[in-house]
């Protein structure tokens, strides 16, 4: 399995595979989500692909200082194989390339 940011023609295959995990909600229209993650340099869609074939998604941003992720699904037949925790090292590695490595949290 290899991950890589997903591009436009993912959009339905990427958009599918949320329907088939549960993830999507009727106030929230995937297809304008997947759309706004690739609209500017703060967010993006990482894809998991087994032999060519779209099995993982995720919805990765942040606003400078944290990020977060949404839409994380992977094809129900893969989960439990660690097929979504290569998905989330490659949502990791999306934000450490923009130095936003989590921080621990600080009481004053």
């Keep these: 399995m290899k991950t890589r940011e997903a591009n436009q023609a993912d959009k ?6 949320w329907k088939r995990c549960g993830l999507t909600r ?16 703060t967010s993006t869609v990482i894809v ?29 037949e893969l989960q439990r194989n660690g097929a979504g925790r290569a998905l989330m090292s490659a949502v990791e590695n999306w934000l450490r390339a923009r130095h936003l490595e989590a921080q621990p949290s600080r009481s004053t």
């Excluded at 339905?12 to 595979?17: P, R």
């Excluded at 998991?48 to 094809?75: F, K, M, N, P, Q």
């Design 26 to 41: 009727p106030w929230n229209d995937p297809s304008q989500d997947f759309d706004f993650a690739h609209s500017g340099p």
């Design 48 to 76: 998991l692909e087994r032999e060519g074939v779209i099995v993982g998604a995720a919805l990765v941003g942040h606003d400078g200082h944290r990020g977060s992720t949404y839409y994380v699904g992977v094809a129900p």
């Design 12 to 17: 339905l295959a990427v958009i599918e595979l």
